[in-house]
């Protein structure tokens, strides 16, 4: 998947990084690798914003933030949207696909 392929989803609409390839999508900063898209949601203890500089130094495609966060200086693009948690639903639904109409556990 590319980065335009989360068009709608996320402002990626006239960058130059529309080509970037996506690996994978993360709220953890620690699990960022390369290729992965960093959604960077408040929590009730830490903002994900702090983290952005740590994502991007582990290999970050591309930073979601929400309107009004203070993430700059990095040398990948960052996506500001209103609502990142919603975004990275969003994002997840159309990145991981379909999921099956039943599922069953045993435990």
């Known amino acids: 998947m590319h980065l335009k392929d989360l068009a709608g989803i996320l402002p ?10 996506v690996t ?12 992965v898209v960093f959604f960077a ?10 983290y952005a500089a740590d994502a991007a130094s582990r290999g970050a495609a591309a930073i979601v933030t929400g309107k009004g966060a203070a993430v700059t200086g990095l040398s990948i693009p960052v996506l500001a949207v209103d609502d990142p948690r919603h975004a990275l639903a969003l994002a997840a639904a159309r990145f991981f696909g379909r999921q099956p109409e039943t599922m069953v556990a045993v435990t």
């Open 41 to 50: 949601i408040a929590g009730s203890k830490a903002d994900g914003s702090a």
């Open 24 to 35: 994978g999508l993360s709220s953890d900063s620690r699990a960022v690798k390369t290729g």
């Open 12 to 21: 990626v609409e006239g960058t130059a990084s529309r080509d970037l390839e």
